[in-house]
């Protein structure tokens, strides 16, 4: 698959395949569900959630209509498949089709049309609007606190944000100065994004010192769009990761606030890179 193109979901034979699932034992559906499309010329919507334990695999969405209806059955059971389905009905409704890609390139949510941030742990139909001392405590939602939801929140033009039942909490834009207060983005960062004049390497480094990622080189993965930046993502290499991003920065910019990390923490290295984005925390202004 080359950079321009992905595999999205056709939103139209997605759903008409669960309508026939829902009556027939049997279900032909010629139309292909996934399709490979250049994503610099075709409208889509992407999803933005939480990896949670029942999610649905490439192969299970392809060959569903193929499974016996036991396999079937318990496929379209999980939440995975259910968030799926939400999704696809959402983008049906605001007329776009949709991306199901966890680890996207910060250029598709970019061009995306609408990105849908899924809030699994959000009952009520606002966001909470205060927390406790410690940033990402219990009462924010999870969201906030992943690596990869950083670009995902301030690349797309248009965030919608749902709740666990799929009610609509709001947008990016008229909720900025309370994702400002749980992220340390800046408001007008979180309504217009990173267009013209960049900020410093250090500020936005320090947006994701309190995120985590499950894999340690995603720390710096997830951030190479923001930064502007490409390079082979090597699994397995863990914070050597994070510290070949910091070589790439210094490779293509000028900007030294790179080193300025850890300048109001005690920290011991003996390296003038950093170790991870957490020692950058207080770069924020």
Not at 120 to 140: C, I, K, M, Q
Request: overall charge negative; proline content about 2%; hydrophobic content about 35%.
């Amino acid at each position: 698959m080359d950079l321009h193109s992905m595999y999205l979901i056709n939103v139209k034979a997605l759903l008409e395949r669960e309508g026939l699932t829902e009556t027939r034992e049997r279900v032909d559906c010629p139309a292909k569900v996934l399709e490979l499309r250049d994503g610099e010329v075709t409208e889509y919507a992407i999803l933005s959630h939480r990896w949670g334990e029942q999610e649905v695999k490439y192969d299970e969405i392809v060959e569903l209509a193929k499974m016996n209806k036991e396999k079937r059955d318990e496929i379209r059971q999980r939440d995975g498949y259910q968030k799926i389905l939400d999704s696809c009905e959402q983008a049906e409704k605001d007329g776009a089709e949709l991306s199901e890609a966890i680890n996207s390139m910060y250029r598709w949510y970019e061009n995306a049309q609408v990105c849908y941030a899924y809030l699994h742990d959000v009952l009520d139909l606002s966001f909470p609007v205060a927390g406790n001392n410690e940033r990402y405590a219990t009462s924010w939602p999870e969201w906030f606190s992943r690596g990869c939801t950083l670009q995902e929140m301030i690349a797309p033009s248009n965030v919608q944000f749902f709740n666990k039942t799929w009610q609509h909490i709001g947008d990016k834009r008229t909720l900025a100065r309370t994702s400002e207060n749980i992220t340390e983005v800046p408001e007008d960062i979180l309504t217009d994004g990173l267009h013209g004049d960049r900020l410093c390497v250090a500020q936005i480094m320090s947006w994701a010192a309190n995120r985590t990622t499950t894999r340690v080189e995603d720390r710096a993965y997830s951030l190479m769009g923001l930064l502007g930046v490409n390079m082979p993502m090597l699994y397995g290499e863990g914070k050597k990761a994070f510290r070949r991003l910091q070589l790439e920065i210094i490779r293509t910019s000028n900007d030294q606030s790179i080193f300025a990390w850890g300048w109001n923490e005690q920290v011991r290295t003996g390296n003038i890179l950093a170790d991870e984005p957490s020692v950058f925390r207080c770069c924020s202004n």
